[in-house]
């Protein structure tokens, strides 16, 4: 008998084994749980933090360059991507691709996107105008098919 009621109601196999895609807890870890290893460390470190902490420090400014890079890396968040000035010119039809991919190529030669941030803007333009042919080819497909009869 399992001590637990909802073990009961997982299906198993005639071997004992769960059936492929069954859970063996159904109802899941219990909300607010913490992974027991994680409260022992805490409980470990918690009075020795502020020493750990100060000597790591100490280690840094001695020289240490991997405790100086762990530390920078707390103090100092990873970069991000930023805003750009950046303004892509307005896509509305396909004749608008051309262009955009000469001003992205232009603001990227002359240093104001970076090379990432003109890949980016280049794959929006590719995006736009894959959309467009898509619309295109389904407003063929459509007139071809009210011509020769053949309805959806």
Known sequence: ???????????????GQ???????NPSGREKG????ATVLAEQLFDGASGALANKALQMALAGDAT????CLGCIIAPRRH???????PPLATAADGAPA??????????????????AEFSQIVDAFLRAL?????EARLQRLESVSGLAR
């Open 67 to 70: 405790l100086l890079r762990l």
């Open 133 to 137: 042919e898509a619309g295109e080819i």
């Open 18 to 24: 769960f059936v492929k895609g069954q859970s063996g």
């Open 33 to 36: 749980s913490r992974n027991h």
């Open 101 to 118: 991919m000469a001003a992205i190529a232009a603001a990227a030669s002359a240093g104001t996107l970076s090379s990432a941030e003109a």
């Open 82 to 88: 930023r805003p750009t000035a950046f303004s892509l």
């Open 1 to 15: 008998m399992p001590a637990d009621s909802l073990q009961m109601q997982v299906e198993r196999n005639g071997d």
